[in-house]
């Protein structure tokens, strides 16, 4: 049976949801820190670049979010024409937010608003007709003739796949319960004081609703808040909604704690002994598919068709899951057959299927390396949940013990010259007790050396605190020392040249 937990604790709320006993979701919102992604608000235009073609919009986060010109109803009525001021400094506006700040960024925001129903979309500040990908050529033209027939000048719309079939009359009574949704949001932005939030976007309920929708099973939450978000939400019967009476923390109390646990892990393990490795950087996010120790019954080829089907499914889970994004690159076992390919791409597009997140699945490259472009939304699990490592800053790696050896002969033989009778130097454990093993390979370098064992941070093994007497430097290393002077304290009389 599937389940639900949303826990509520201490500023954060936890959605957990699992499926045939595996976590297939997971989101964090925490007071204070968004996501913002959707929310309207009644900003102040703070700053307009015109160098940028951009403008600056207080919204009442902590950054003043980023307006491009072309996101605004003035420069798209306009056909962005020079000498149009499309927005002012000091201006009262109504934007949408359409990302989260990221980083040292602020959120991006648009001016144009969207009101959207499972059928059509209304954009207020654009003059444009778009259907479903999903219409055909002479279902589009039709759709278009009936659209600008009733638009007004400042108004867009997309026709989704549900209104396609329907009539002009369903259309103009969409049209106008979703004008009158916009005329309360208007007015709700005119009573709202400058910069400040009009309307929130639940991202929470959404994802509850796509993912019980068509299924069953049991909702357990320790709120009261948790237990209306549910009850909004959960729009069937075939889910039971519990609130939780026990004093254990709920994802605790159903022994969740460990799939979140394993859902940063870069290894993960498949049924039949195959594994992905999942690689984190910069630019994009790289998942290579190993057969690990899966040899397989069939012949070679049956074997990669299998592992790579297999692996799909669960790239496509661990995508959601960890809500990856930007460009993702999947390195499946090498296979010739482009039916083959054919039907791996497909497996993937299922197992995005119920993702909310727009994704797209590109297709294979040359060499065989499936593409995949996810929006951004929100944090991704690792931000959410980990720290970049102080010592190596993120990347995984120290230097090596070797390498730092030589690293501090050089150093050493740099300093030779320095007035100061003595250097202080701090080692990690690992390097200290090196330093105690190899010390009479130092000797000649013509100077004391006191080594104390200590934490070091960055990616070095050592780092140099300071020079002066040998007495100076004694005292001050034993009082920063918490270890008896023996085990933490290496002294080294090193010969004259």
């Not at 989101?27 to 307009?48: K, Q, S």
């Not at 889970?317 to 482009?338: A, E, H, K, P, W």
């Not at 060499?367 to 010592?391: A, H, S, V």
């Not at 004391?448 to 007497?469: D, Y």
Request: aromatic share 6%; net charge neutral.
């Amino acid at each position: 049976m599937d389940k639900i937990l949303l826990d509520y604790q201490n500023g954060e709320k936890r959605l957990g949801i699992w499926r045939d006993g595996r976590l297939h979701v997971f989101h964090i919102e925490r007071d204070g820190e968004g996501p913002y992604a959707g929310n309207l608000y009644a900003g102040i235009v703070r700053e307009v670049v015109p160098g940028m073609n951009a403008a600056f919009v207080d919204i009442g986060l902590e950054k003043n979010a980023y307006l491009p010109f072309e996101e605004t109803p003035r420069y798209q009525l306009s056909d962005g024409k020079p000498g149009v001021a499309y927005v002012r400094q000091g201006e009262k506006l109504l934007v949408r937010v359409v990302r989260d700040p990221q980083g040292t960024k602020g959120a991006k925001v648009s001016a144009l608003i969207e009101i959207s129903h499972p059928e059509l979309v209304l954009i207020k500040g654009e003059h444009f007709v778009r259907t479903s990908k999903n219409a055909s050529r002479q279902t589009a033209d039709k759709w278009k003739g009936i659209a600008l027939d009733h638009l007004r000048e400042d108004e867009g719309v997309i026709v989704r796949t549900q209104l396609l079939e329907a009539g002009e009359g369903e259309f103009v009574n969409r049209l106008a319960r979703l004008r009158e949704r916009y005329e309360v949001l208007i007015q709700r932005a005119d009573s709202v004081k400058a910069p400040g939030l009009v309307s929130g976007h639940n991202r929470m309920t959404q994802i509850v609703q796509k993912w019980t929708d068509g299924t069953s099973g049991e909702c357990y939450t320790n709120s009261s808040e948790g237990v209306s978000l549910l009850k909004e939400a959960v729009s069937t019967n075939d889910w039971t909604i519990s609130r939780a009476k026990s004093k254990i923390p709920l994802f605790e109390e159903h022994q969740a704690e460990a799939d979140l646990e394993k859902a940063v892990k870069k290894i993960i393990w498949l049924s039949n002994g195959a594994y992905l490795l999942f690689e984190r950087t910069e630019a994009m996010h790289v998942i290579d598919v190993n057969t690990g120790k899966f040899t397989g019954k069939h012949d070679q080829r049956k074997t990669m068709l299998e592992t790579n089907l297999l692996a799909a499914k669960e790239v496509g889970r661990q995508v959601i899951l960890r809500n990856l994004s930007g460009i993702i690159i999947v390195d499946f076992i090498n296979m010739t057959s482009n039916a083959d390919r054919k039907k791996v791409k497909e497996e993937m597009e299922s197992a995005l299927g119920r993702d909310l997140t727009r994704s797209v699945v590109v297709g294979f490259t040359e060499l065989g390396l499936l593409q995949i472009t996810r929006k951004k939304e929100g944090p991704d699990l690792y931000e959410l949940m980990l720290d970049d490592c102080p010592r190596c800053h993120g990347n995984g790696h120290i230097q090596g013990n070797k390498a730092e050896w030589h690293e501090l002969s050089r150093q050493l033989e740099g300093m030779r010259y320095v007035m100061d009778e003595c250097i202080w130097i701090d080692a990690d454990p690992e390097f200290f007790a090196l330093l105690k093993e190899r010390r009479k390979e130092l000797e000649p370098h013509g100077k004391q050396v006191l080594f104390r064992q200590a934490a070091v941070e960055g990616n070095h093994r050592f780092v140099i605190r300071a020079t002066g007497s040998v007495k100076e430097l004694d005292e001050r290393a034993r009082r920063a020392s918490s270890q008896q002077e023996g085990d933490s304290l290496l002294r080294l009389k090193l010969k004259e040249d």
